[in-house]
T-cell receptor, first 112, second 116 residues
């Protein structure tokens, strides 16, 4: 069963607009969440994280929101730039485990 | 400073061959993970080391897969008698602290294994 789901395989956004990437999880024991960005032929690069004691974390153009009751998190990128075009993975851990469970990714394309 | 490196970057193996994939983590990092990423999927956990101890190998798909980190730094993932379903990108990641320290992992570029 897929414990972390990214239901949108792809997303296109105009440069300068907001990109919103969504992630749902099923395991209520998860208490730490991360977003990674991946360019072709490279490994994933850490973007931003949030622990379950918070509902929002912001870093420059990137903000992650966590809704624990809905078991949902989202990544907002404002304003979107062409260099943001990549595959974005959300990942979760917790419940006494240290491994990260990844979603299947969302391919973001920012159009100039 | 140097990041996580992996070698080779690309490996083509004939079905039935053994392969060895190497990971050099960031110096001083306690934790080391191996993940397998199939095409169009997210990385899937294979195994975890804390220093030289392999604390979790629950993700290894079969007994053909074996990983080691004998001196607590470099790690090798070995796949014996490769099968076509082993074709994937194998990612190594390291992090500074031990288990249950919630922190990011730093990923290497991966080794793309193609079994023909």
């Amino acid at each position: 069963d897929q414990q972390v789901k990214q239901n949108s395989p792809s997303l296109s956004v105009q440069e300068g607009r907001i990109s919103i990437l969504n992630c749902d999880y099923t395991n209520s024991m998860f208490d730490y969440f991360l977003w990674y960005k991946k360019y072709p032929a490279e490994g994933p690069t850490f973007l931003i994280s949030i622990s379950s004691i918070k509902d929002k974390n912001e870093d420059g153009r990137f903000t992650v929101f966590l809704n624990k009751s809905a078991k949902h998190l989202s990544l907002h990128i404002v304003p979107s730039q062409p260099g943001d075009s990549a595959v974005y993975f959300c990942a979760a851990s917790g419940g006494g485990t240290y491994k990260y469970i990844f979603g299947t990714g969302t391919r973001l394309k920012v159009l100039a | 400073g140097a990041g996580v490196s992996q070698s080779p970057r690309y490996k083509v193996a004939k079905r039935g061959q053994d392969v060895a994939l190497r990971c050099d983590p960031i110096s001083g990092h306690v934790s080391l993970f191996w993940y397998q990423q199939a095409l169009g999927q997210g990385p899937e956990f294979l195994t975890y080391f804390q220093n030289e101890a392999q604390l979790d190998k629950s993700g290894l798909p079969s007994d053909r897969f074996f990983a080691e980190r004998p001196e607590g730094s470099v790690s090798t993932l070995k796949i014996q008698r490769t099968q076509q379903e082993d074709s994937a990108v194998y990612l190594c990641a390291s992090s500074l602290q031990g288990p249950r320290a919630y922190e990011q992992s730093y990923f290497g570029p991966g080794t793309r294994l193609t079994v023909t």
